[in-house]
């Protein structure tokens, strides 16, 4: 079960790695609303998202959150930040629940060292977190309100229903009752356009 997630969600065909991944990997699971990663603690295992939706999340220090990212997507790494060698910056919350397979960081290193897919694989992973904190951060900075819920419910219409609308509008950077203003002028106007 564990090699198949493997091939299906990472493209790993090698039988060897299979086994040898297979070997260390646990499944793990976190209920609704229990933290999978504290921020400011170290990274001792590399978590990746078998099923269910996650949040990353800073705090500011008047003690609100601010949502930075949503994991959903089996194969996804689940991670604080994106170097396994400094402590984890972000606090990612399980919102339902979560499943995870964790690779001890020590192994994964181990295995890197062998495998050149498994480097590969860690820096397809960066470039992708890149890409897609470059993209929000473009949306956050140039887009109205009316702009970033579009391109929300067009980007992840998946989580429109099964995330809170405090963490979206969190992520969006505004206020819940802009987003619920912005939500309801948005499937307004996609009625009267169907």
Not at 91 to 120: C, H, M, T
């Amino acid at each position: 079960m564990t090699a198949d997630f493997y091939r299906r969600y990472l493209r790993i065909y090698d039988r060897t790695l299979l086994n040898e991944l297979s070997g260390i990997s646990k499944i793990e699971y976190f209920r609704k609303g229990e933290k999978i990663i504290n921020a400011g603690e170290e990274q001792h295992k590399i978590f990746l998202l078998k099923d269910g939706i996650v949040r990353g999340y800073l705090i500011n220090p008047e003690g609100r959150d601010f949502t930075d990212c949503f994991g959903f997507q089996p194969g996804s790494p689940v991670m604080g930040c994106t170097r396994l060698d400094l402590p984890a910056q972000l606090n990612i919350q399980a919102l339902n629940r979560v499943s995870v397979l964790s690779i001890p960081v020590g192994d994964f290193w181990d295995l890197a060292d062998v495998y050149p897919e498994v480097v590969k694989i860690y820096n397809d992973y960066l470039i992708r977190s890149l890409e897609e904190h470059f993209e929000y951060g473009i949306v956050r900075s140039t887009l109205n309100a009316g702009e970033k819920y579009s391109w929300f419910a067009v980007r992840y219409p998946y989580l429109l229903e099964r995330v809170s609308h405090k963490h979206i509008a969190s992520f969006l950077g505004m206020t819940p009752q802009t987003f619920s203003k912005e939500r309801t002028k948005f499937l307004r106007e996609k009625a009267a356009a169907e």
